[in-house]
């Protein structure tokens, strides 16, 4: 009797720390989004969206930083995202079982996880090197490398989920391969790539060490792609580290734009995902 | 009836190719990545290895006006940092997905679920601005001086927690970084759990054990490897992460015995001496700092993927 009370007195004890344990990481999400608000919404104004970034001790903008942010990450996806979805393609449906499949699949998932800043370098000695100086280019260059793995791995997954008998109708209508590829198996599996593509864009917009010493940053409106161009992650970089009060509320408001810009990807990503998953769960 | 008209079937033929070497190209791209990740970090840090040789990872100096570089103040601050983070993480994280498999009300679990995998989804920079200006001011404050009262004074264990509580340091950076690093370690155990087969489960369960004996004898023996890959994944993550630690580190080239004191990680000494760096010799220092991360990051990743790819083979499991 007194060792089963034990037992359940080890198990209690055990499921108490476990609640605490999710207790925790629950309230560190809420406090950081909490931070965010409170700091965020006391510097949000209509001139964040008008004004430029200021000198110190002047009020201003993040205008210049939000269009760097939104070109380089379209950039990024324009040139990351086909050559994902055409790796991905390769990867589900020509070379399937291959060796080099099985290398590549092992490749992508070390980028995936691949520390970003070591990108920023790797951009930083083919690109910015060569060309003599940091440029906006550069920075999408970047993003683009840290985007091609995202969405290789979900459109591989979510080709693998198109039934195998829409593939093989298109194929006895003496379609090739190519053919099926583009007209059965993207428009079959097109909710789950946009999903990838959301992902990619929630995963490199809040990217900052990969655009430090490859986009710098810049002080005034520029929209050339050669030269260095003005973005969110590395305004809230300098700006919080700084001492200026306008400075830092600034930065505060930035952090609070690029997060909700981010939670809402991931969320509308897992929204389209479910759907995806009980369309497929109603029988099909 | 022509069916087949030879001049459509070449042409489809043509096209054929044509995707198919698009597709492959794109793959292979992949892999040409890497190699030249590899290749032009080891061409942008051969300068340093060349002049400094091996000393450069056994050296703490760090004298950008006497042009000397050695990585071991780096390459400490970052294992002490993610040691910290995994010692805060691991335990943390196995108590999430715990609660998650086991105790979570069904209703519940997937907003909980999603809870912790939008915790993953914020930028580094988030945390970093949030450690700085709140958890760092909150440690300074009631944490530390705590640490400094009761366990500065034990033996040996004391000279960690030793000198004034500055706020930011090694210390702090360590607890954001298990912050960071806990909602993937505890979604990838979640993951890890869920493929255990309920026969095993419910088997323990008919014998008369408590949920905790099933979890410990019948679940995580059954997803070691798992439970290994997941924890390996989260600390390639805290190992190469830079900015939640540039923030709250203080980027002190320095070894200090506490914790309490600033220190610097090889990533956010990249962070905030790059743009900075006059000179090939520095420049080509910090190259080579980013090799080491490399090398050290790719090894840990590389092992975890082939753990839970092991246990993918065995059991359908998708990392």
Not at chain 1, 137 to 147: S, Y
Not at chain 2, 205 to 226: C, D, F, I, K, Q
Request: proline fraction near 5%; charge should be positive; include cysteine.
């Amino acid at each position: 009797m007194n060792r089963r009370a034990l037992r359940k007195a080890k198990n209690s004890a055990f499921l108490v720390l476990s609640l605490i344990a999710t207790m925790t990481g629950l309230a560190c999400l809420a406090a950081i989004l909490w931070t965010l608000l409170s700091h965020g919404l006391a510097g949000m104004s209509w001139r964040l969206f008008a004004e430029m970034t200021p000198p110190p001790g002047s009020r201003g903008g993040l205008l210049n930083a939000l269009y760097g942010s939104g070109v380089m990450t379209l950039l990024g996806i324009l040139i990351g995202s086909p050559i994902g979805v055409l790796a991905g393609t390769y990867l589900a449906e020509y070379g399937r079982n291959s060796r080099l499949s099985t290398v590549i699949r092992f490749i992508n998932d070390v980028l995936l996880s691949a520390p970003s800043i070591i990108i920023g370098l790797f951009v930083y000695e083919i690109v910015v090197v060569r060309m003599g100086h940091f440029s906006a280019i550069a920075g999408a260059l970047a993003l683009a490398i840290l985007a091609i793995p995202v969405t290789l791995r979900t459109t591989e997954d979510m080709l693998n989920l198109v039934p195998i008998g829409m593939k093989d109708s298109s194929a006895a209508l003496g379609a090739y391969p190519w053919r099926t590829t583009l007209s059965v198996l993207y428009p079959a599996a097109r909710s789950g790539i946009v999903t990838g593509l959301l992902l990619a864009i929630a995963r490199i917009s809040g990217e900052t060490a990969p655009l430090l010493f490859t986009a710098l940053n810049n002080q005034f409106w520029s929209t050339q792609l050669n030269a260095p161009m003005a973005n969110l992650p590395v305004v809230i970089f300098q700006f919080a580290l700084s001492p200026y009060k306008d400075w830092q509320d600034l930065a505060w408001a930035g952090a609070l734009i690029i997060t909700a810009t981010i939670l809402i990807l991931s969320i509308s990503a897992r929204v389209i995902l479910a759907m995806l998953q009980s369309e497929r769960g109603s029988g099909r | 009836m022509a069916i087949i008209d030879p001049r459509h079937a070449a042409k489809q033929l043509i096209y054929e190719r044509i995707f198919r070497s698009a597709t492959l190209s794109a793959a292979i791209l992949v892999l040409l990545i890497l190699g030249g990740v590899a290749v032009s970090l080891l061409r942008g840090a051969w300068p340093a290895i060349s002049h400094f040789g091996f000393s450069f990872v056994t050296r703490e100096i760090w004298n950008p006006v006497t042009d000397e570089y050695g990585a071991l103040a780096p390459i400490y601050g970052t294992v002490v940092t993610s040691a910290i983070a995994m010692l805060l993480a691991v335990p943390a994280g196995f108590g999430i997905a715990l609660f998650l498999t086991e105790l979570c009300p069904p209703l519940l679990k997937r907003p909980f679920g999603v809870a912790v995998e939008l915790l993953a989804a914020v930028p580094s920079i988030i945390f970093g601005i949030w450690g700085l200006f709140v958890l760092a001011p909150v440690l300074q404050r009631h944490v530390q001086p705590w640490l400094i009262g009761h366990l500065g004074h034990v033996p040996y264990v004391g000279n960690l927690f030793k000198g004034p509580p500055f706020g930011i340091g090694v210390l702090t950076a360590g607890v954001v970084l298990a912050i960071m690093v806990l909602p993937f370690i505890a979604a990838t155990m979640r993951d890890v759990f869920d493929t255990v087969p309920p026969m095993l489960k419910e088997s323990g369960y008919g014998l008369g054990a408590t949920t905790w004996e099933v979890m410990w004898n019948v679940v995580v023996p059954h997803s070691r490897v798992g439970i290994v890959g997941g924890i390996m994944l989260g600390l390639g993550r805290a190992l190469g992460e830079t900015m939640a630690v540039t923030f709250v580190i203080g980027n002190a080239h320095r070894i200090s015995s506490s914790l309490l004191a600033p220190g610097t990680t090889i990533s956010s000494a990249i962070a905030n001496e790059f743009t900075e760096a006059v000179g090939d010799l520095y420049t080509s220092s910090l190259i080579a700092l980013g090799l080491l991360l490399f090398l050290i990051t790719f090894t840990v990743i590389a092992a975890a993927q082939a753990m839970l790819r092991r246990l993918e083979s065995r059991g359908g499991f998708a990392a």
